[in-house]
């Protein structure tokens, strides 16, 4: 059977009018965009954190062949059950071209779902700051990756990540700014103030602003 299109969560075309109305800048690049913006929220938070950590400061390409290499290692379906992924040596793992310190955050996430951690219904309920606090006593686990999780994986609708270098860059080249850490920081959420409550939606299409033809980490498992 052909696999669909996830369908857009009901806030997402009020989310779209919303955005071209507030940001006339935005709005011209969005228009921009060959590819809409599509969600692809989904109750494997166990997996989705998994991907964050082996994306981690690395290119895109990288990090799908890592993965690849990495899910073959557990047969016969490719799932990394934490149970396997808590038995497998350091050396097994480092041939998937994994680092040791990888190795020891996805080993730490495999531990939090092994006791019931990363459970969707309950986590799917916080708020940000609850959501992020819970997140980061993982170990490796920081506040960029819950905002990738709360916008990819549960495709929250109100998330922004002042400190995400592909946020940086579209928003220096659209709006011009010549700012640096805590003063970027400060003026790109001044300029996200009339986004709300549609940021991670605007988000998404500052991504695809630098490339717009593929998806934002597609090659993640994650059709933004």
């Given at each position: 059977m052909e696999?669909?299109?996830?369908?857009?969560?009901?806030?997402?075309?009020?989310?779209?009018?919303?955005?071209?109305?507030?940001?006339?800048?935005?709005?011209?690049?969005?228009?921009?965009?060959?590819?809409?913006?599509?969600?692809?929220?989904?109750?494997?938070?166990?997996?989705?954190?998994?991907?964050?950590?082996?994306?981690?400061?690395?290119?895109?390409?990288?990090?799908?062949?890592?993965?690849?290499?990495?899910?073959?290692?557990?047969?016969?379906?490719?799932?990394?059950?934490?149970?396997?992924?808590?038995?497998?040596?350091?050396?097994?793992?480092?041939?998937?071209?994994?680092?040791?310190?990888?190795?020891?955050?996805?080993?730490?996430?495999?531990?939090?779902?092994?006791?019931?951690?990363?459970?969707?219904e309950h986590l799917s309920q916080l708020d940000e700051e609850a959501f992020t606090k819970h997140l980061t006593a993982i170990k490796g686990v920081g506040r960029w990756t819950a905002q990738m999780l709360q916008m990819f994986a549960l495709d929250q609708p109100d998330v922004f990540s002042e400190g995400d270098l592909g946020i940086q860059n579209a928003m220096r080249k659209l709006y011009g700014l010549e700012e640096t850490g805590r003063a970027l920081h400060k003026k790109m959420l001044a300029l996200a103030e009339p986004w709300r409550p549609y940021r991670t939606l605007a988000c998404k299409y500052l991504w695809r602003s630098l490339d717009p033809t593929p998806p934002i980490n597609a090659d993640l498992g994650w059709d933004s």
């Open positions: 696999n669909l299109p996830t369908p857009a969560p009901h806030w997402h075309a009020a989310g779209l009018a919303h955005l071209t109305q507030a940001d006339p800048i935005l709005a011209q690049a969005i228009a921009k965009v060959t590819t809409p913006v599509r969600p692809a929220a989904h109750e494997d938070l166990y997996l989705a954190l998994l991907r964050a950590i082996v994306s981690q400061q690395i290119s895109t390409k990288a990090a799908a062949a890592i993965w690849r290499r990495f899910t073959a290692l557990f047969r016969p379906d490719g799932y990394p059950e934490p149970r396997e992924v808590l038995r497998l040596e350091e050396d097994e793992l480092r041939e998937a071209g994994l680092s040791r310190q990888k190795i020891s955050y996805l080993k730490a996430i495999a531990d939090y779902q092994e006791r019931g951690l990363l459970d969707y």
